[in-house]
């Protein structure tokens, strides 16, 4: 199986700030990364896909990046609404993981 | 729209089945492929299963051979069949479409207790 290690597992911020979450894939995964959003009581959202590319109707203050097996979430100029958990996930092979999760919350 | 809707009881028994099902509206589940994914207390998010287009399907190896995953195109329905449940089993269970998952149901809480 291909573990995902995500950092930090916590992040406080403030509105306006620019913050990054980290994964590391325990073997390459050709950039079929993506990254979700996930607020209480609500399903994850998608975000990220193919490690860069941006998933319809999602600002553009949220960006992906890496290859191999280090990939990263940027979000900049942190607004209300993204103070949220994120995950990423290894969509190259089954079993598909995710990562142990990012939980942002302002400061 | 692509939506989804799991259904199902929020409530099973130790050592019982665990059925869930997941209505889709939008999009036909002959297409692309649809998964179940579960979110436990704690956090952690664990990939179950899917089923393909054409009905074959791939399981998590940590779930063994306690799950199925079956549909029914005429309904545009697939459905989540998890055997012999224990209390680790309690989760919020979701299902989603394609390997990156763009669409996902509203999940529904499954507690196992007696």
């Known amino acids: 199986d291909i573990q995902m290690t995500q950092s930090p597992a916590s992040l406080s911020a403030s509105l306006g700030e620019t913050v990054t979450i980290e994964c590391l894939a325990s073997?390459?995964?050709?950039?079929?990364l993506a990254w979700y959003q996930q607020k209480p009581g609500k399903s994850p959202q998608l975000l990220i896909y193919d490690a860069s590319s941006l998933h319809t109707g999602v600002p553009s203050r949220f960006s992906g990046s890496g290859s191999g097996t280090q990939y990263s979430l940027k979000i900049n100029s942190l607004q209300p609404e993204d103070f949220a958990s994120y995950y990423c996930q290894n969509g190259l092979s089954a079993p598909l993981t995710f990562g142990s999760g990012t939980k942002l919350e302002i400061k | 729209e692509v939506q989804l809707q799991e259904s199902g009881p929020g409530l099973v028994k130790p050592s019982q089945s665990l059925s869930l099902t997941c209505s889709v509206t939008?999009?036909?589940?002959?297409?692309?492929?649809w998964g179940w994914i579960r979110k436990f207390p704690g956090n952690k998010m664990e990939w179950m299963g899917y089923i393909s287009y054409s009905g074959s399907t791939s399981y998590n190896p940590s779930l063994k051979s306690r799950i199925s995953i079956t549909r029914d195109t005429s309904k545009n329905q697939f459905f989540l069949q998890l055997n012999s449940v224990t209390t680790e089993d309690t989760a919020t269970y979701y299902c989603?479409?394609?390997?990156?998952?763009?669409?996902w149901g509203q999940g529904v809480m499954v507690t196992v207790s007696s």
């Open positions: 939008g999009y036909s589940i002959t297409s692309n492929y």
């Open positions: 989603a479409r394609r390997r990156v998952f763009d669409y």
């Open positions: 073997e390459d995964i050709y950039d079929i």
